[in-house]
């Protein structure tokens, strides 16, 4: 078990380096979780350096938010917790903030997920959660009840929040959630008017390629 364990510690702490390294969140910024068990999480700490994250400072947490390790928690660990509530296929949970996903968050525009099938395949529906003050159960709640209707979440006035089966999954979704937003903006800013969107039928044509019709 803690072979298994250190290694698992040691691919949240990886991406998180991975995260930081690609600019998708800063130093003190972001975090991480994975469901080890049934009962337990893996977590980012609070107060550390993203950038040079080590296995060994990452927190093991009960899903009813008990503290397993010596660890600050992460400010979002309950959000955290109430996504896996929310959602019991959900293994894994990437919350960041990229420039320019981030800077939609902001705005009242929305990212286009339309304009190439790969985006389209990879996020499916985008949701937009309402503003709420950071590590608070209230921002926890909105997040987690929008996080029953989509994998990809855009946190109004904060940052985005991506889910999947696998850190993989989730840290995928999240990168090309900050593609899809840079396209927007282009396509937007210098393509108004010019830009081919996928239609109804290209849609469910890739929604049934992915298996979610």
């Not at 380096?17 to 600019?23: I, T, V």
């Not at 996903?101 to 790969?118: G, H, V």
């Not at 090309?176 to 210098?190: D, Q």
Request: hydrophobic content about 40%.
């Amino acid at each position: 078990m803690d072979k298994k364990l250190n290694a698992c510690r040691e691919e949240v702490a990886y991406f998180m380096r991975r995260l930081y390294d690609q600019g998708l969140t800063t130093t003190s910024g972001g975090n991480l979780s994975v469901r080890f068990s049934e009962d337990e999480i893996l977590i980012t700490p609070s107060a550390s350096d993203k950038g040079r994250m080590k296995g060994a400072e990452i927190g093991i947490m009960d899903i009813s938010g008990k503290i397993l390790s010596k660890f600050k928690p992460s400010i979002e660990s309950s959000m955290h917790l109430k996504i896996y509530a929310a959602r019991p296929d959900v293994k894994a949970i990437v919350h960041a903030h990229p420039v320019v996903a981030s800077t939609f968050a902001a705005t009242n525009a929305q990212i286009n997920c339309r304009l190439l099938a790969e985006s389209y395949a990879i996020l499916g529906k985008l949701e937009y959660a309402p503003y709420r003050l950071m590590g608070t159960e209230g921002l926890a709640d909105v997040v987690a009840k929008t996080a029953k209707y989509a994998n990809c979440i855009i946190m109004k006035n904060h940052g985005v929040l991506a889910v999947g089966k696998s850190l993989l999954e989730a840290f995928d979704r999240l990168e090309v959630l900050e593609t899809c937003a840079k396209m927007t903006l282009i396509s937007e800013s210098f393509f108004k008017g010019r830009t081919r969107l996928l239609g109804k039928e290209e849609l469910v044509d890739i929604d049934r390629l992915m298996g979610r019709i």
